[in-house]
């Protein structure tokens, strides 16, 4: 059975459709890139499964209970967890910072300090549990974004350009610790421009273009795709 199940989201904003008809499911364990020039409708589809935005139209069933009408939070408790693509940490450190979002599954600050430090650890940040965010580079704060999602204990986690403004050896280091977010049982959605680290590291992958779901398949699949070559290249694809 699919964990993640999205039935006909059609999303508009005033006179303009950001998102129109988009189905897919994602299976346990699945590590599935979400790709698209743009403007395609990549974000307002992971802030409207988060709850940021309403619905026009739509399911979404998580491990087979519709949540489709519950708030942001809610939704959080129930296993979604998610980044944003502009990482703005609390002013507290580091470690303060992953408390804060593991105090929503418990009250007790002696778990949520052991929920936090765990997660640093694996995303090898526990060096700088007391330090400012602010003091550390975009690398690692895009870290403890990743990190801040984790605490909450997802079943499913949306990273949202987590590589974006890395150079090539910090995203070379990054993106091991999406399979090791994977293997440890969190199944994966993730945004990204960087062609080459999304190939990499999907195994299967949705694009998008101008709202709409134009194909899926493997990282050679949709990299054959004529739809998606127009999309991208802007070259003639009749059939699209």
Not at 96 to 102: C, I, L, Q, R
Not at 135 to 162: F, G, M, W, Y
Request: with cysteine.
């Amino acid at each position: 059975m699919a964990l993640l199940q999205v039935k006909n989201l059609t999303k508009k904003f005033g006179g303009l459709t950001a998102v129109k008809d988009v189905s897919f499911d994602v299976a346990p364990g699945e590590i599935v890139g979400l790709i698209g020039p743009n403007g395609a409708g990549k974000t307002t589809v992971f802030n409207w499964m988060t709850g940021i935005i309403p619905k026009d139209d739509g399911h979404i069933i998580l491990d087979g209970r519709e949540i489709t009408g519950l708030p942001a939070y809610r939704r959080s408790l129930v296993g979604i967890g998610r980044t944003f693509q502009v990482v703005r940490p609390f002013e507290m450190t580091v470690l303060e910072n992953v408390m804060a979002p593991a105090l929503a599954r418990t009250k007790n600050t002696t778990h949520a300090r052991q929920k936090a430090s765990a997660v640093l650890a694996m995303m090898g940040l526990d060096d700088l549990a007391h330090a400012a965010p602010g003091s550390l580079t975009l690398a690692q704060r895009k870290r403890i974004e990743v990190a801040r999602a984790l605490a909450t204990n997802p079943k499913l986690l949306l990273l949202d350009e987590v590589l974006a403004g890395l150079n090539p050896t910090e995203v070379a280091q990054n993106l091991p610790l999406i399979r090791q977010v994977r293997d440890r049982g969190v199944t994966i959605i993730f945004i990204e421009h960087l062609m080459d680290a999304m190939m990499s590291v999907s195994e299967r992958v949705l694009v998008m273009d101008q709202g709409a779901l134009i194909a899926t398949g493997t990282p050679a699949e949709v990299t054959n795709d004529e739809c998606v070559i127009k999309a991208y290249l802007g070259e003639e694809a009749p059939q699209c």
